[in-house]
């Protein structure tokens, strides 16, 4: 008897990742209906109904003190799919272009220190998205001289801290109501950030 694989869903894209930009307000907007109030509440630790407004400037001002990041879906044509079904394909994506199922940001909060923030559309989710997204923003804080990178997690998000420990040693303390510290001091012991 064969069983056939479930397919996942937009496996026929590429996922391009970008610097985020002010024309993707909107799209960033769209992007925040569809995911589903677990995945706001993961990503905010409350019942957030609309992308924070404050955030959501920081994020799409270009500052080089809230580095921030989007990924877009790029329709495949004639390229054989790679075993990571979220690699650049190197094609062109236009800033304000709707699709960008993904934000991430690295925002200075102290001198040397950085907090990370990550939200993917739950039709994205555990396709290596999340990985190649903290990836990117472990090398922009590297580069940028940080020492500290940071997250608040949720107690059943604790395996995040995994993917944090290839850029260095992590140190998880508790906070309150189930909140998490995650801690990385940027290359101690790590592997070379790329």
């Given at each position: 008897?064969?069983?056939?694989?479930?397919r996942?869903?937009a496996?026929?894209?590429l996922?391009?990742?970008?610097q985020?930009a002010?024309?993707?307000r909107?799209?960033?907007?769209?992007?925040?209906?569809?995911c589903?109030?677990?995945?706001?509440?993961?990503?905010?630790?409350?019942?957030?109904?609309?992308?924070?407004?404050?955030?959501?400037?920081?994020?799409?001002?270009?500052?080089?003190?809230?580095?921030?990041?989007?990924?877009c879906?790029?329709p495949?044509?004639?390229?054989?799919?790679?075993?990571?079904p979220?690699?650049?394909?190197?094609?062109?994506?236009?800033?304000?272009?709707?699709?960008?199922?993904?934000?991430a940001?690295?925002?200075?909060?102290?001198?040397?220190?950085?907090e990370l923030?990550?939200?993917?559309?739950?039709a994205?989710?555990r396709?290596?998205?999340?990985?190649?997204?903290?990836?990117e923003?472990a090398a922009?804080?590297?580069?940028?001289?940080?020492?500290?990178?940071?997250?608040q997690?949720?107690?059943e998000?604790?395996w995040?801290?995994g993917?944090?420990?290839?850029?260095?040693?992590?140190?998880?303390?508790?906070?309150?109501?189930?909140?998490?510290?995650?801690t990385?001091?940027?290359?101690?012991?790590?592997?070379?950030?790329?």
């Amino acid at each position: 008897m064969r069983i056939a694989a479930a397919r996942p869903p937009a496996a026929d894209r590429l996922v391009r990742v970008r610097q985020a930009a002010t024309a993707d307000r909107e799209a960033l907007m769209r992007m925040f209906v569809r995911c589903t109030p677990d995945t706001r509440y993961r990503r905010f630790h409350g019942p957030v109904k609309a992308i924070p407004e404050r955030y959501l400037a920081e994020a799409l001002s270009g500052s080089p003190f809230h580095y921030a990041l989007v990924a877009c879906p790029v329709p495949v044509s004639g390229l054989e799919m790679d075993s990571e079904p979220c690699l650049d394909s190197g094609q062109q994506w236009e800033p304000g272009a709707d699709g960008i199922v993904a934000l991430a940001s690295c925002r200075m909060v102290d001198e040397g220190a950085a907090e990370l923030g990550v939200l993917i559309e739950d039709a994205w989710q555990r396709r290596g998205l999340g990985t190649r997204l903290i990836r990117e923003l472990a090398a922009h804080a590297a580069n940028a001289g940080l020492r500290l990178m940071g997250a608040q997690l949720l107690a059943e998000q604790a395996w995040i801290t995994g993917l944090l420990r290839p850029y260095g040693p992590c140190r998880l303390t508790s906070t309150w109501a189930g909140i998490l510290n995650v801690t990385v001091r940027l290359g101690e012991g790590a592997v070379e950030v790329p």
